[in-house]
C-alpha cells in the first residue's frame, strides 16, 4: 500500500472488533434492519413541538421505542438530577444488575426494566435521543437476554447496537459534546466508541447498505463525518464486497450455538 493509500481510521484490534459486531448484529437482528431508514434529527422523525418537559422526555422514549421495536408497556421511566451515582442508583432500588452512563441508567427491578434519564437532557434534545437510544439498546440486549450480562465490552457493544439499529447519527454527535459560555468551553463525552470507531462503524454499516456515498452524512458532525469518509474510502481501496454478504457459521448468534462476538481487546 502507498504512501498516501486510504487508511482505516482506526487501530487494527478496533476494526476487528467493529466488523465482528456488525456481522453479529446481522445474524442475531436481522438484516431487515439493513433496508429501515436512518433515523435523522427531523421533524420526519421527531415531528411536533418540543419544550424539554417531563412529558416531552416521556414522549420521546415512546416515540424511540417505537423505532427500535421496544414495546413501550415494558418499559417505565423515571427522571433524576445530575450525577446521580451508580451505587447510590442500586441502594435506592435494589435493581438486580444496572449500567449506568454519562446522563442515563438502565436497571432490572423485580423483572421489570427502568430507564432513568437526567433531567437536564430536556435541554439537550440531540443527547437525549442518543442516551434513549443506548439505554433501550441495553434493552434489545439484556432485556431480551442476547448477551451475558457479564460481557467485558457490554457497554461499547450497546452503542454499535445503536449504529446498526439505526441511531448512530444521534450516538456519534453525542460521543463528544462541546459547550461553552462567559468562562469558557468545555467538552464531555456521551457513550463508549470514540470519534473515529463511530465513524468507523457507520462506514460499515453504510456498506451493509449498499450506500458507498450515504446521503444521511451531511447530518453528521464534522469529525464523525470525517471518520465516516475516510472509512469508506478505505473500503472501497480495500476491495470489500458493497452490500450483505450472507455471514458464515462464525458470525451467527448466541441462539444458533456459536460464540457471542469476541471482547474490544
Same mark, same amino acid.
Given at each position: 500500500?502507498?504512501?498516501f493509500?486510504?487508511?482505516?481510521p482506526?487501530?487494527?484490534?478496533?476494526?476487528?472488533?467493529?466488523?465482528?459486531?456488525?456481522?453479529?448484529?446481522?445474524?442475531?437482528?436481522?438484516?431487515?434492519w439493513?433496508?429501515?431508514?436512518?433515523?435523522?434529527?427531523?421533524?420526519? #422523525? #421527531?415531528p =411536533?413541538?418540543?419544550?424539554?418537559?417531563?412529558?416531552?422526555?416521556?414522549?420521546?422514549?415512546?416515540?424511540?421505542?417505537?423505532?427500535?421495536?421496544?414495546?413501550?408497556?415494558?418499559?417505565?421511566?423515571?427522571?433524576?438530577?445530575?450525577?446521580?451515582?451508580?451505587?447510590?442508583?442500586?441502594?435506592?432500588?435494589?435493581?438486580?444488575?444496572?449500567?449506568?452512563?454519562?446522563?442515563?441508567?438502565?436497571?432490572? @427491578?423485580?423483572?421489570?426494566?427502568?430507564?432513568?434519564?437526567?433531567?437536564?437532557?430536556?435541554?439537550?434534545?440531540?443527547?437525549?435521543?442518543?442516551?434513549?437510544?443506548?439505554?433501550?439498546?441495553?434493552?434489545?440486549?439484556?432485556?431480551?437476554?442476547?448477551?451475558?450480562?457479564?460481557?467485558?465490552?457490554?457497554?461499547?457493544? @450497546?452503542?454499535?447496537?445503536? %449504529?446498526?439499529?439505526? #441511531?448512530? %447519527?444521534?450516538?456519534?454527535?453525542?460521543?463528544?459534546?462541546?459547550?461553552?459560555?462567559?468562562? =469558557?468551553?468545555?467538552?464531555?463525552?456521551?457513550?463508549?466508541? @470514540?470519534?473515529?470507531?463511530?465513524?468507523?462503524?457507520?462506514?460499515?454499516?453504510?456498506?451493509?447498505?449498499?450506500?458507498?456515498?450515504?446521503?444521511?452524512?451531511?447530518?453528521?458532525?464534522?469529525?464523525?463525518? @470525517?471518520?465516516?469518509?475516510?472509512?469508506?474510502?478505505?473500503?472501497?481501496?480495500?476491495?470489500?464486497?458493497?452490500?450483505l454478504?450472507?455471514? =458464515?457459521?462464525?458470525?451467527?448468534?448466541?441462539?444458533? =450455538?456459536?460464540?457471542?462476538?469476541?471482547?474490544?481487546?
Amino acid at each position: 500500500m502507498g504512501w498516501f493509500a486510504p487508511r482505516c481510521p482506526v487501530a487494527a484490534n478496533e476494526q476487528q472488533w467493529i466488523d465482528d459486531n456488525l456481522r453479529w448484529c446481522v445474524a442475531e437482528f436481522g438484516d431487515a434492519w439493513l433496508r429501515s431508514p436512518v433515523v435523522l434529527p427531523t421533524d420526519q #422523525f #421527531f415531528p =411536533g413541538a418540543y419544550t424539554g418537559s417531563a412529558e416531552d422526555l416521556h414522549r420521546a422514549v415512546r416515540r424511540v421505542c417505537g423505532y427500535l421495536a421496544v414495546d413501550p408497556e415494558r418499559i417505565r421511566v423515571e427522571l433524576h438530577g445530575e450525577q446521580v451515582a451508580e451505587r447510590a442508583l442500586r441502594e435506592l432500588t435494589g435493581g438486580s444488575f444496572a449500567w449506568s452512563g454519562a446522563a442515563g441508567h438502565y436497571r432490572v @427491578t423485580e423483572g421489570r426494566t427502568v430507564i432513568s434519564l437526567e433531567e437536564s437532557l430536556g435541554r439537550r434534545p440531540l443527547a437525549l435521543i442518543a442516551t434513549i437510544a443506548h439505554e433501550l439498546a441495553h434493552e434489545r440486549l439484556l432485556g431480551e437476554e442476547r448477551v451475558d450480562p457479564d460481557r467485558p465490552d457490554q457497554e461499547p457493544l @450497546t452503542d454499535l447496537v445503536t %449504529v446498526y439499529l439505526g #441511531f448512530g %447519527v444521534f450516538t456519534a454527535n453525542a460521543a463528544l459534546e462541546f459547550s461553552g459560555d462567559h468562562t =469558557g468551553w468545555s467538552a464531555s463525552r456521551l457513550g463508549y466508541l @470514540t470519534e473515529p470507531m463511530y465513524g468507523y462503524a457507520l462506514a460499515r454499516y453504510a456498506w451493509l447498505r449498499a450506500e458507498p456515498d450515504p446521503s444521511w452524512a451531511r447530518y453528521l458532525d464534522t469529525n464523525p463525518r @470525517t471518520y465516516l469518509r475516510r472509512g469508506l474510502r478505505f473500503l472501497r481501496r480495500s476491495g470489500v464486497p458493497l452490500g450483505l454478504r450472507r455471514p =458464515g457459521p462464525e458470525a451467527a448468534g448466541p441462539g444458533s =450455538g456459536a460464540r457471542e462476538p469476541s471482547p474490544l481487546g
